[in-house]
């Protein structure tokens, strides 16, 4: 497991904030995010409130500690590194009970320090960037909130696709019995993706395209490709019954059902290039992994 429960000793007498700033040299963000997420514990294994008084010598923190199933960066810089990361690995463990995920690796590799500049979906395989250390944190992240890059994925869609394509509809949550699902709409947050076709597979009636998304809502490129009538092939949320899109969320969806309802047994979305600028240096990553089709 990611989590691990470590032990401290504290000063009896404090309070539980004033004991993680002194006695453990905590920041006061990190500390307010272990206290808000109920991961420090006293001997009763009773999660502390941020005013509690400290009446033990010891207390134990829920940290996370990355493990390694053989993952390696895909490339390395002094202060940053890029993953290729495969199908079906979420970059980030949603709770305690995430067995792993890419910030295993992250962690592992490159320290506590390390962390996730960006995020892609768990399903989208392809390039994620990762800081180093605490300063390319800033400078990474605020790069990706400013939009200062670019970015390319490969996707392969329904139908024949013969022509560019700009989709600019806004995209807002569609508020139904899916609570992950997202829609366009004209009152949706504003929203523009680029779409190329690249080949075009006759005999399955299916486009390989770049899809360049100049923003960056959740499910973006998903959304706005099934509402233009090119679903994304394996999709198991987007253009598929609420009822298979209910069961793979539930992770009740068998294999055989997913290939059967979705065309895939995942979803055929590769994030594959990524450009941008740190230190007045121009860097131009691209994938080695490709949609194997």
Known sequence: MP???KKYKVTLGKT??????????????????YLSRG??????????????????????????EG?????????????????????NLMVHPISKKTAYSLLDEVRYHFGENANLAHRIDAETSGLVLICKNKNSELILKKMFEDKLYKKSYLALVEGEVKESIVITDGIKKEMGNIGVKMMTASDGKKSKTTIHPMKYYEDKNQTLVEALPLTGRQHQIRVHLCS??????GDPIYGVDESVADSYLCKTLSKEDRIKFTGAPRLWLHANYLE??????????????SLNY
């Open 3 to 5: 989590f691990v429960l």
């Open 16 to 33: 539980i904030q004033l004991a993680l700033i002194q006695d453990l040299s905590l920041n006061r963000k990190l500390l307010q995010r």
């Open 39 to 64: 991961r420090i514990f006293d001997s009763h294994n009773r999660a502390y409130e941020i005013s509690d008084i400290i009446k033990e010598e010891h207390i134990y923190v829920a940290q996370f």
């Open 67 to 87: 493990h390694t199933r053989g993952m390696k960066a895909l490339l390395e810089f002094e202060d940053f590194a890029v993953f290729d990361k495969p199908s």
């Open 228 to 233: 233009v009538g090119h679903r994304i092939v």
């Open 276 to 289: 941008f600028t740190y230190n007045k240096t121009v860097y131009k990553l691209y994938s080695k992994m």
